[in-house]
Structure formats: C-alpha cells, structure tokens
C-alpha cells in the first residue's frame, strides 16, 4: 500500500515538471529573440532555433504525461 501513495506523489510531480519545460523553453527562445534583434542571430537561424525548442518542449512534456499515465495504469491494476 504505501508503494501506491509514493507513486501517486511522484505523478503529482509530472505537470510541473512538464510546465517546467515550457517555461524553459520560452525563456531561452526569448533570449535568442534578443540577439536576433541585435543582430548577433540571422532570421532564419533564429527561426530555426525556435522550431526545434519548441518541437522539443512540446515532445519533452508530452512523453512524461504518457509516461506517467503507464506507470498510473500499471499501479491501478
């Protein structure tokens, strides 16, 4: 029994670290945002660059909620 409420604390834990991300994301995209507008970074390097962030975020969040739904879905049965 007390497997199940240390694993439930854990699952808690998954959204945050997934908003975690996302905010790391943006920050950085921000801080390239800055260096394109000085005109340390050209348009397209600073779209790419945010494109992969963003694709990584997004996938990063993603894989730990299905992870953690498994893990939840293996725990109930």
């Known amino acids: 029994m007390n ?3 240390d694993f439930m604390e854990m699952t808690k834990m998954m ?3 997934g908003i ?4 790391s994301a943006a ?3 921000y801080l390239c945002h800055d260096e394109y507008k000085n005109g340390k970074m050209s348009s397209k390097n600073f ?6 962030i963003i ?12 992870s953690s739904l498994l ?3 293996d725990a109930l049965r």
Request: charged letters at 20%; aromatic letters at 0%.
């Open 27 to 29: 920050l950085t995209i």
């Open 47 to 52: 779209k790419i660059v945010a494109a992969i």
């Open 71 to 73: 893990q939840l879905r």
């Open 3 to 5: 497997e199940k409420s």
């Open 15 to 17: 959204p945050t670290i």
């Open 20 to 23: 975690i991300t996302i905010v």
């Open 55 to 66: 694709a990584q975020a997004i996938g990063g969040a993603g894989e730990s909620i299905r």
